[in-house]
């Protein structure tokens, strides 16, 4: 099911108190899977989904941050409940809770503000050469091996390698977009499509092995200004750090007109 699809299955906002919102899901299908759970990229999308509905319009999104703290089930209703932490007059600050069976499984913290004039101005924002995709190295479609979600979305790798080769690298540089153009593309897709890479660090194992998102931090750095239906974004990450079961990432995002607009960073556990 597309991903817009899949959104628009989420009921109205239903207001539990002055800063305390409600909205249901029925449930993901398995298609968004990715192992034992649903695709961490759709859940948080999902949760900043529910943000939009509420978070006042004058302000938008500066920093996303998500725990994923348990698995979530397939096709088993979810409860999406946002709770408005403080507003004041430039920032607004939000909590969001992804729910089955009343146990929380995804948790966002959410910053939101408004745009303001300074005299700071300062832009070491990294920039890239990539070209984009004419006939990529895209990543294949494995079976029991390639999460069930990467059929959503194309990726082409520019450098490193496809999980599990027993590779040396542990960074990628590519481009992603998603398989079917969305509707209108707002930061919910955009969470969802950065998701979509694989942890760098994988492709130095020779099998397969759970490996798991912990943390992910993402700043929105600048605003989105989309000119094509269905563009490439530009997409590097590199591992500052693998040691003890866990390791430390950190990504940069381009959109078509090769702007950084977002920074990530990830805490991965792998169970190798």
Same mark, same amino acid.
């Given at each position: 099911m597309?991903? !817009?699809?899949?959104l +628009?299955?989420? $009921?109205?906002?239903?207001?539990? /108190?002055? /800063?305390e ?9 398995? #298609? ?5 759970t649903?695709?961490g ?15 006042? =319009?004058?302000? $938008? ?16 209703p979810?409860e ?12 607004s ?7 089955? !069976?009343? @146990?929380?499984?995804?948790c ?5 503000g408004?745009?303001?004039s300074?005299k ?13 995709p004419?006939?990529?190295?895209f990543?294949?479609q494995?079976? @029991? ?10 990726l &082409? ?5 496809i ?6 690298? $542990?960074?990628?540089?590519?481009w ?11 930061? #919910?897709h955009?969470?969802?499509?950065? !998701? +979509?890479?694989? *942890? ?5 194992? =020779?099998?397969? &092995?759970?490996?798991?998102?912990v943390?992910?931090?993402i ?8 000119? #094509?239906? /269905? *563009? ?6 590199? #591992? =500052? %750090? +693998? ?6 990432t950190?990504a ?5 007109k090769?702007?950084?607009?977002? %920074? ?9």
């Amino acid at each position: 099911m597309h991903i !817009d699809k899949l959104l +628009a299955l989420t $009921s109205d906002v239903t207001t539990i /108190n002055d /800063n305390e919102w409600l909205m249901t899901h029925p449930g993901l299908p398995d #298609t968004w899977g990715q192992g034992r759970t649903a695709f961490g990229g759709i859940t948080a999308g999902f949760l900043h989904h529910a943000l939009a509905q509420v978070v006042e =319009k004058d302000r $938008s999104l500066r920093a996303y941050h998500t725990n994923f703290i348990g698995p979530v089930s397939f096709d088993k209703p979810l409860e999406l409940i946002v709770e408005k932490l403080r507003s004041g007059r430039n920032m607004s600050q939000y909590l969001a809770r992804l729910q089955q !069976d009343g @146990k929380v499984c995804v948790c966002v913290q959410a910053c939101f503000g408004v745009e303001r004039s300074s005299k700071i101005q300062v832009d070491k924002l990294p920039s890239h050469s990539m070209k984009l995709p004419q006939k990529a190295k895209f990543i294949p479609q494995i079976p @029991k091996v390639t999460p069930r979600f990467f059929r959503h979305y194309q990726l &082409a790798i520019e450098q490193g390698q496809i999980p599990f080769s027993w590779s040396k690298h $542990s960074h990628y540089h590519g481009w992603m977009r998603f398989k079917e153009a969305v509707s209108d593309f707002n930061y #919910t897709h955009l969470i969802s499509l950065i !998701d +979509a890479w694989p *942890p760098a660090i994988i492709q130095q194992l =020779k099998l397969p &092995a759970p490996v798991s998102t912990v943390s992910w931090d993402i700043e929105l750095v600048q605003p989105l200004a989309l000119t #094509t239906e /269905n *563009p490439w974004f530009g997409y590097q990450v590199d #591992t =500052k %750090l +693998a040691s003890g079961g866990y390791a430390h990432t950190e990504a940069t995002i381009w959109d078509d007109k090769v702007r950084v607009i977002a %920074l990530s960073r990830q805490t991965i556990a792998v169970f190798d």
